[in-house]
């Protein structure tokens, strides 16, 4: 189980096969990977299948990424009930951002995408769609939102208040980390083996948070 740091301690959803809804499969053991990553991984009591993986891929501006996952504004709340349905986000590379070039905001290697991420959506896989199994290359964690004014009016009333008309164009673009770098990590709980070891071997399944 792999997610963003501050979301690590929630419990795991999951669908399995053969099963009429998702059940709840608590974390066990969480590490947390070394700063200024935003990234922890943990583990549960089970297998679930997974079209995830992890590769060494190159990742550049214009390059195709996805993600998948549950953003507040997909939950359904009722008195007696809640539920939620995932969402799927596609679009490109926007640029490569690198570590330090975020004033004021410590953050390793990443990438900015074409389309914004969420709250709710933290945390989830930024993978290249390829088969047989979807390429994981980041972990999603913000948006990076910019203002522009582009037009300001101010008229004083006859009675000297001042109306002002203002036309602010507003940008949003999704944020995740790289997580190639990480690959070489080895997490105590993964006993000696590293995150890509791990993931090529198929001994814990990748997921969203």
Known sequence: MMSQRRVAFWDSVFAPPGSSGNVVNPLGVVNYAPDPYDVSVGTVDGHYPTTLTLATEAVHAWKDVATFGYPETALNVLPEAFWIYGRAFRGYVHREVKQGQFPGNSHPDSFEVSFPIPPGLSGAPLFLHKSPRDVVVG????????????FVFEEIRDDGQVRTEKRVRIEEYGIAHDLRPLHGWRPPSFNGLSLLEIARQGLTPLSSA
């Open 139 to 150: 972990l999603c964690v913000g948006v990076n939102r910019g203002e522009t004014t582009e």
